[in-house]
Nanobody, 126 residues
Framework: QVQLVESGGGLVQAGGSLRLSCAAS????????IGWFRQAPGTEREFVAV????????SYVDSVKGRFTISRDSAKNTVYLQMNSLKPEDTAVYYC???????????????????WGQGTQVTVSS
């Protein structure tokens, strides 16, 4: 079992920054990759970024490359999503999720994730 709790969402103006946190607990965290997804009203859940628990591998959706950075602090069992140069189209509920790291090539699909947090709202005003 893995438990995930997101925090750090809020309201920010376009061009601003936010840092989301995903606090993880469980006995087998090293076997998992942690991904961030987002979902705006009326849309499907969208992959944003993923990192292995070791931090050795990361992947991003093209629309956030150069603006978002995913990282992890293994001592704190926490994964971060640093979001800079935010745009109104980044507005969504952001979720972190845990999926088997051995399925790296498939980890852009939400179907590959076994555990999900409750989500945190990010709103970017224009």
């Amino acid at each position: 079992q893995v438990q995930l709790v997101e925090s750090g969402g809020g309201l920010v103006q376009a061009g601003g920054s936010l840092r989301l946190s995903c606090a993880a607990s469980g006995r087998t965290l090293s076997r998992y990759a942690i991904g961030w997804f987002r979902q705006a009203p009326g849309t499907e859940r969208e992959f944003v970024a993923v990192v292995t628990w070791s931090g050795a591998r990361t992947s991003y959706v093209d629309s956030v490359k150069g603006r978002f950075t995913i990282s992890r602090d293994s001592a704190k069992n926490t994964v971060y999503l640093q979001m800079n140069s935010l745009k109104p189209e980044d507005t969504a509920v952001y979720y972190c999720a845990a999926g088997w790291a051995t399925n790296w090539g498939a980890l852009q699909s939400p179907d590959e994730y076994d555990y999900w947090g409750q989500g945190t709202q990010v709103t970017v005003s224009s």
